[in-house]
């Protein structure tokens, strides 16, 4: 509590005006917190309480209170201390070492409401904090406190989207919000069907699924056998999930036919006619394109509109997998970069990475109306009973590919409410300034080299750092080997500081690189300086 | 703050020695809160604060602390007020008059904080109190306030489970986790794999998936083309996942093969064996027998040790679909049940279920180690980097079918932590208590019949109630015409008056009949009294 008391008075003050009004905030808060304690101390007094003490034991009420609510007390400093930059992104220990700082095991005796609480502790001082304005090292980074809310809430309803009788007005959020992301897309009055399912690699599996059924619908009670050789199309710097779900859904991750990409990571679209004929001439049946909006690596956005012409043409199923960059359609200005979007059959967008929505929250967008029911239902009559009072079109859950599915649109939907499209928009915007003046800053700078040249379409910025023990040797194979171990030990150093985080990977022929992205809104100018000085401090002696 | 301060005066005193403590615990709460309240409105009373002005805004600290309290204030009554018998378990409407009743559209401007407190309060005004002790709606019921705090910590915690470097804790409690629940399997010192998953049907799609690989390796990159047609079997009674999944996975629905079950609802071995060799005789492969250890509607346990017998001696992967059943393991009086599980390749397992962890959390732990990961297996460079400086078998990302997971571990752990094993078992054995004292109850009362003989293995209670009007009638064909619709009716007007919620269903030939389980710790034997007083008062007229 005092570290709670003592964030207040740190944030010092504002304007005059409000000056007088605040401190008396503060000293109204300290009052009630210092009771709290003093109520808290005075419960620790008693004998130890356990799990069985709390709701719905008998007078469990105020023991429950008080248990949540030190619970959210712990949450609340974490909070105010994962968006203080001198803080540590990460308190790093190898995982042996970690195993031994603290007692993780399960055993068969309860342990007390103390020791849990401790428990709760060590998980957070442990944990990554995500939403650390340096922590740049996923897609996902940033913790959005509404959203965030919006979570707690939904734990606290604990239900399941599967009919509309356990989860009313979830089941309506999820239409009100799929119905405007279909909208946002472009797709006629937001006409189309959806569903929030758990991240991106599902969503596009869902949509590989249905460019399946909707060719050959007999699979579904036939198998594959009852199918010619089917084969899809992505660029070779999509994600790894298309060739996933092809090894799953019994197609082959050979019959994912990789097109190549320009050197900025996009498909060239006469590369897929290309393939595509070629296949055609095999024997084989093209039913699924899945171009890229937002590529992992290079943030590349395939060209949507000349791949919409192709897919046209030969009447294949084009998927959009926006999972990363899909949020851009929120945003005026970079919206363009998905043009032809509205063409495609489905697409995947997850608002838990550029919109910083809590994980999880993938959405598959899908432009036929009833497809997806018939591709997925079985009509279990146990839960999906045709003698309901109510209109049955609300039990969403047999178009599902689970049974039971968690809720995750009231995060998505309650941010929304509270940003408005215009508050994700500047957010965005934002995001996307920050890579721009990362670009600008190290695109000239001397030791650095860009992986592709040209300024970033989304926020990733690849790059190598080149320490000044590299940066002159002449031998390029020994160069290049050098090189290839310089962000590994970066990184590395990086954690174990725990000042910031960023990822690095190879790509095809190319070494070790750094890719930098920007979801985090709690991101600044000043964050991008950081990182940059932090890579050259740590990597000078390479 | 009124109806919280209610609340601690509410559950008056427990022994005399603890009642002035008790009161002095009270009345320092009371003035917290007031002192709070007094606190909010001062701050309603400045102007308008929205999103913006929260973390990670510059001085966001204290508002952000405040909404967040706010938030947890609204959720601290839901949760009192969920486990109050008086209060409704839903507060229905219809799809159209619930759209409504709110503003629930998305647009183009931000909301207020307070707008944005107004939409969590309207939320759970309508949702369903699955906390409630009432609500025996589905498998999932009850809220874990140990479980609760856990969740809500990692949606504070906000990070995906793909590596060590982004969960470093969660992974760990993972690990230990799965090992123990292998143990307690029976499997050689905690030995296998697993993983969890966003629920039971994925956690049998994977187990169908790693059955196919371990037998057909080349499906992965060949597809089904490179293997023959291969047959699945499970009983009638089985889950529908089983058929979806087999569906997704390009085998095909008319390929799992329904083997008979009993009046009980069990699968018959001689049965499984008489069609196992039937299909080979056809030249298919039988690769995958999915025996239910507490099917959906009978809650009936597979004879695990003969299906075992059988599976052996055909050299099929024997899964076990325990998402109900699993956790009687917990039990030292109904884990026999499962006896012959520890002979299972795999076996699907919901602590989200039997075990009140909030949802979801299913495990799916498979005996072989290693299979999971060569099955699913894509190697993306810039997740899996080779040259990180952690063990990278902590990495655990693609083994997953997704590529993002949620942290679904954290609310299992740390409950398992604070009851101990023999807390879920003594859990687990109160709620079979129960449905044996509904069984004892209405298996001779008038107006009641079964819909199979014997004391339920399960907590599944399944029975026709006869009202008057349908129990004397004569005419076969008109009494369960009539009796048909019994029980929709009821289960409408349960949830028009919001008094209780139990599910129902047709079966095979079986008309309409009510499906009793008991899953939620809350419930006591004076609400199963209820729940047939209930029955009886809204169904005394049809």
């Given at each position: ?177 799929l119905?405007?992301?279909r909208?946002?897309?472009?797709w006629?009055?937001?006409r189309g069907d959806g569903i929030?399912s ?5 969503s596009?599996m869902y949509a590989m699924l249905l460019a399946r059924y909707k060719m050959f619908p007999e699979v579904k ?66 039913f699924f ?27 294949i199923w084009m998927h ?24 495609a059959n489905s697409m ?16 598959l967008l899908v432009r036929e109306e009833g497809l997806m029911q018939s591709c997925n239902q079985m ?14 079109s609300?039990?969403t859950?047999d178009k599902a590919l ?141």
């Open positions: 509590y005092i570290c709670i008391s003592s964030t207040f008075i740190k944030c010092d003050m504002v304007t005059n005006s409000a000056r007088l009004e605040y401190q008396f905030h503060v000293f109204l808060l300290n009052c009630s917190m210092l009771l709290r304690t003093f109520y808290f101390l005075l419960q620790s007094l008693n004998t130890e309480t356990n799990g069985c003490d709390l709701l719905p034991a008998l007078d469990g009420d105020a023991k429950t209170m008080n248990f949540l609510q030190e619970v959210v007390d712990i949450m609340l400093a974490y909070i105010v201390e994962s968006f203080d930059r001198s803080t540590k992104v990460i308190d790093f220990h190898y995982p042996n070492e970690l195993l031994q700082r603290n007692n993780w095991e399960l055993s068969d005796e309860p342990e007390t409401l103390d020791d849990i609480l401790i428990s709760c502790r060590a998980t957070l001082k442990y944990a990554i904090k995500t939403a650390h304005p340096r922590y740049f090292n996923q897609l996902s980074t940033g913790l959005d406190m509404v959203g965030l809310a919006a979570d707690w809430l939904t734990s606290t309803a604990n239900t399941n989207m599967f009919t509309y009788e356990v989860a009313p007005v979830f089941v309506l959020l999820e239409y009100v919000t119905k405007k992301m909208e946002i897309i472009g006629q009055e937001g929030f758990p991240g991106g690699a599902i596009n009670e036939k198998g594959m056998s009852s199918a010619p050789r089917l084969v899809a199309f992505t660029s070779e710097h999509s994600h790894f999930s298309i060739k996933k779900g092809a090894a799953a859904l019994g197609i082959g991750t050979e019959s994912v036919i990789c097109i190549k990409a320009d050197e900025r990571g996009k498909m060239i679209p006469s590369d897929l006619e290309r393939r595509i004929i070629e296949a055609k001439q095999k024997g084989y049946v093209p394109v899945s171009a890229t909006a937002g590529t992992t690596v290079y943030g590349a956005f395939d060209p949507l509109m000349a791949i919409a012409d192709i897919c046209k043409k030969h009447d959009v997998d926006g999972a990363w960059g899909g949020s851009l359609l929120m945003s005026r200005k970079h919206r363009w970069k998905l043009n032809g979007v509205e063409r995947t967008w997850n608002p838990h990475k550029m919109m910083a929505v809590p994980l999880q929250c993938s959405a009509q279990a009559c146990y839960l999906f009973q045709q003698d309901k009072q109510y209109d049955l609300y039990d859950g689970q049974c039971g599915r968690h809720v995750d649109i009231f995060k998505l939907w309650l941010m929304w409410r509270a940003k408005g499209t215009i508050g994700f928009e500047a957010q965005i915007d934002k995001c996307l300034e920050l890579s721009e003046y990362l670009y600008n800053k190290i695109k000239d700078r001397e030791g650095y080299e860009m992986v592709f040249d040209g300024k970033p379409q989304h926020t990733n910025v690849c790059f190598w750092y080149l320490p000044p023990g590299v940066r002159y040797l002449e031998d390029k194979v020994e160069k290049m080997k050098r090189l290839h171990k310089v962000a590994p030990v970066i990184k590395a150093r990086m954690m174990e500081y725990g000042t910031t985080m960023v990822s690095y990977q190879p790509q095809g022929d190319k070494v070790n690189f750094f890719r930098m992205v920007i979801s985090n809104p709690a991101a600044t100018f000043e964050d991008i300086d950081f990182l940059i000085e932090e890579i050259e401090r740590l990597g000078q002696d390479l």
